[in-house]
Nanobody, 121 residues
């Protein structure tokens, strides 16, 4: 069973940076794809970025250039580095996993509990 645990959320002022981390386990038997998503109160869930086992990445246009997804295969962690944060980036951030192919256009099957990011103006 795939398990995902997010960490690194917190409060930051506008213009600041945060690095989220997702610790993944239990997926050794399939080619994995890990993505980051967020959901603000009263809004739909929004996809942000995904990374495949081979390092291929997929970004939503809304965050490309500000957010960077990366992985540490040895530690089985996937990070989301966020820069130039804005108040509208305030949301619960989730990591999720799926098998192949790796794209934000496909449904993700496994989800973490989320980590809160709050950006103040």
């Amino acid at each position: 069973q795939v398990q995902l645990v997010e960490s690194g959320g917190g409060s930051v002022q506008a213009g600041g940076s945060l690095r989220l981390s997702c610790a993944a386990s239990g997926y050794s038997d399939f080619r994995y794809c890990v993505g980051w998503f967020r959901q603000a109160p009263g809004k739909e869930r929004e996809e942000l970025a995904a990374i495949a086992e081979d390092g291929t990445t997929d970004y939503a246009a809304s965050v490309k250039g500000r957010f960077t997804i990366s992985q540490d295969s040895a530690k089985k962690t996937v990070a989301l580095q966020m820069h130039s944060l804005k108040p509208e980036d305030t949301a619960m951030y989730y990591c999720a996993a799926r098998g192949w192919p790796c794209s934000l256009n496909y449904a993700f099957n496994y989800w973490g509990q989320g980590t809160q990011v709050t950006v103040s103006s």
